[in-house]
């Protein structure tokens, strides 16, 4: 073996860090009691300042981004006893943190169904500058017929969701990129506002949308908008693969991270980019406390309510009966030797492993083994070992954390395991950049990447 | 005569304030030139700070409100000389303006033609709840070729706009009034989030637009946004008589202001309203300085460029040759003799007043005589004369004003104008109320106002 050649791919391997990104939903967190719990303010669903300050957190413990859910509907399940999901609107949230903030980036979902290519465009675009070059948007396709119906639809089919997704995608850039880099010039002494010949429409029509552009915003300190895309599906592989530069994912194992992440990874190679230039960011929920009990009975509080489904629900994922009326003992050697993990459930397995630990049934599911995506309940230092064997076995480029109550637990995440990620050597001491294409290492843009343009889809009227 | 009567008349004209606003455009002013004036940033086009900066100076002045305009496409006419005239995006500036005043109304242009309803409902909400109860929806139809071809379309007949934003506006209140008033009560200690009876879908559908509903948004402290309108044409009377509280207005004439306000305080009682209930605003644009002198030299700074085109255009206006290499001169006994004000311009009698009054040709241009709205040159007395001139004889109930250059045209009508029509008590000394609704007086509303209801619009589904 040639010593020299792995001294290098040791240092390569250090040198690379992980993405962290903060989901910002409802303003209360992720967990459906977190509302309720002591010390957090009953009216952050409302607050524009509790996103800030929670954003703040984040950047304190100099996350690459927050992240922006949104799903314009189906958002009223529980209103009886639960609060929606989502924020009240994404793009005012964002302004306002980019406002009270100075390096995070600001991505939100803006659904490619149901909105006009122009006024997307125009409005990340204005973030972009707002912000001075952090603005990214999570470009999905809208599904669900609640939603739908909120615009007095029905939902197209898939094709034609995706269809139209890849020309509002090329149309979005096209008007993005309609300023060249230095087409602004505002020379107040030879009143040149602006170099005319370098401001262009763009005159795109497709089978769904057209526009003639040009866009009326210059380019931000990033050139425009970075593009993440949120799913995984073929049709997610292939519009991410195209367009986007980081992927918000949803895995519950390392080998299924790891399949999604090179999917990924090979839709970009099709299209001729380089795979590094997209990041696959599997979803992550915690609650952070100083032991394992103490962040149980933590997660027992927030969820307490759920039990009784939840059993219910575990039944079927360990196909044994279950009892409710027995939440404080483990599962009998019975119930262990009798239990059949759900194959059609990817949490199964886990949740096997956990009840074997012998832990009681309350505790088993304290531990998150229902929820959407992996949980940490513990301290900060299995966070930390779940990331790095994560992103060490090439299932992930990062992770977007969904702290179970925002008031503490971003705080908990930042001073517990954060500091442990930096003294291992694989998440950045600080921002090195200021802008999120920087964040991320994402090749500069301006307008639609040559390399994925395709008159195919969106032709020169 | 009876004395007591006569008393109270007085009182009740003495008590009645006028109304102020903010055009709050590209962020330099309103006069093509404001770009290139000294101590103007020249980046104020992209800068967020900039808008920020001048709401709170029509803050300081108790404006009860500022207002952006938007058009999306027409903006890029002479960009190699002149900004752009509005805002990157309307609704990120009033994010930010919201996020750093206290009580001034914010009021943004939105298109019922290229705009899905759920999307501004739920942008203007969400608006109305961040800034505590301050949001209007200047609600507007979209024409212009320039403007359809950014959607990918062509202009739809006056017919269909206008027959769409009734829906669309009928649809969005009801979206709107979609949680009533007490619905959200996020009570800790009892669990309930939410009345979820009191949270109803809508179930509307028209010919244009339609929407399930309901919107996830409770309440603001004013219940919901106001509706403003702009334009004069039947169409606009009939749309602004049965939703609008207020209109943002064009004339020139207190005579031609009279009249529009009398044909909108007409529809409204068509619709059952009280005709208080609609105010009408028309624009005003300043050059506020020491003396008449000081203000027309500035405004030649401003405009001096332009002149050539102007000359030509006040040919036409006036009905006589003009020579642009005599700007320097006033014009002839002979000149003004001949002169005959075109019919079709209804600028053109005050242009022939200046004109007689002896001022040079340079400064008859300065006196803004071909401007989109009644101009003044000259002190803050004679800005306060004509508001109080107008305000009196039922022509207006307040004005939008478009300083000519921000940075220091907001703040000359502050000091200048506003002290002047506050001891004349035509303007309040301070705010009463908190919410836009309270500036305007408008009566409180959720959801459809039922007086203005109609099933052959909008009908259940």
Redesign the interface.
Same mark, same amino acid.
């Given at each position: 073996m040639d010593l020299s050649q792995e001294k290098i791919e040791n240092s390569t391997k250090v040198d690379k860090k992980m993405l962290i990104g903060l989901h910002l939903g409802n303003g209360y967190g992720s967990q459906p009691g977190a509302?309720?719990m002591p010390g !957090?303010d009953?009216?952050s669903?409302?607050s524009?300042d509790a996103r800030v300050k929670q954003a703040q957190s984040a950047e304190r413990g100099k996350f690459q981004f927050i992240f922006l859910p949104d799903g314009?509907?189906a958002?009223?399940a529980d209103?009886?006893?639960? #609060?929606?999901s989502?924020? &009240?609107?994404v793009? &005012?949230t964002l302004?306002?943190v980019a406002?009270?903030t100075k390096r995070i980036g600001l991505v939100a979902t803006g659904s490619t169904t149901?909105?006009?290519p122009?006024?997307l465009a125009?409005?990340f675009?204005? &973030?972009d !500058?707002?912000s001075h070059g952090r603005a990214g948007w999570n470009a999905v396709t809208s599904s669900g017929e #609640?939603v739908a119906?909120?615009?007095?639809r029905t939902i197209p089919s898939s094709e034609e969701r995706y269809g139209r997704a890849h020309e509002v995608i090329q149309l979005i850039q096209a008007l993005w990129g309609s300023w060249e880099k230095d087409a602004w010039v505002?020379?107040?002494e030879s009143?040149?506002? #602006?170099?005319?010949e370098q401001?262009l429409p763009i005159n795109l029509?497709g089978k769904y !949308?057209?526009?003639?552009?040009?866009l009326?915003?210059?380019p931000s300190e990033q050139g425009q908008p970075i593009i993440f895309h949120a799913g995984g599906s073929p049709n997610a592989h292939e519009l991410a693969g195209r367009f986007a530069n980081a992927v918000i994912g949803a895995a519950f194992t390392i080998e299924d991270a790891r399949a999604q992440r090179n999917a990924f990874r090979e839709a970009a190679e099709r299209y001729g980019r380089n795979p590094d230039e997209i990041k696959y960011i599997p979803g992550l929920m915690t609650t952070i406390a100083k032991d394992r009990r103490t962040a149980l009975d933590r997660r027992i509080q927030l969820t307490e309510?759920l039990f009784p489904q939840r059993v219910a629900y575990l039944q079927q994922m360990l196909g044994v009966r279950l009892d409710i009326n027995r939440l404080n003992e483990p599962l009998s050697k019975e119930q262990l030797e009798a239990a059949r993990p759900s194959p059609f459930d990817p949490r199964s397995r886990h949740a096997l492993k956990i009840a074997k630990e012998g832990w009681r049934l309350r505790d088993v599911l304290a531990h998150g083994v229902i929820d959407y995506h992996p949980v940490i309940v513990g301290p900060g230092m299995e966070a930390a070992n779940h990331m790095q064997a994560w992103f060490e076995a090439g299932a992930a480029d990062g992770f977007w954390i969904s702290a179970d109550v925002n008031a503490d637990g971003i705080d908990a995440f930042v001073d517990e395991v954060v500091p442990i990620l930096q003294e291992r050597g694989l998440f950045h001491q600080d921002y090195a950049g200021k802008t999120l294409r920087e964040h991320l290492g994402a090749p500069e843009q301006y307008g639609i990447d040559p390399r994925v343009s395709s008159p195919s889809k969106v032709s020169v009227v």
């Open positions: 509302w309720r !957090v009953p009216t669903y409302t524009f314009p509907g958002m009223l209103i009886e006893n639960e #609060a929606p989502f924020n &009240l609107d793009m &005012l302004a306002a406002r009270e149901f909105n006009e122009y006024n125009r409005q675009k204005a &973030l !500058v707002m #609640a119906a909120n615009y007095g505002h020379d107040q009143g040149q506002f #602006a170099k005319s401001i029509k !949308v057209g526009s003639r552009g040009p009326y915003i210059p309510h």
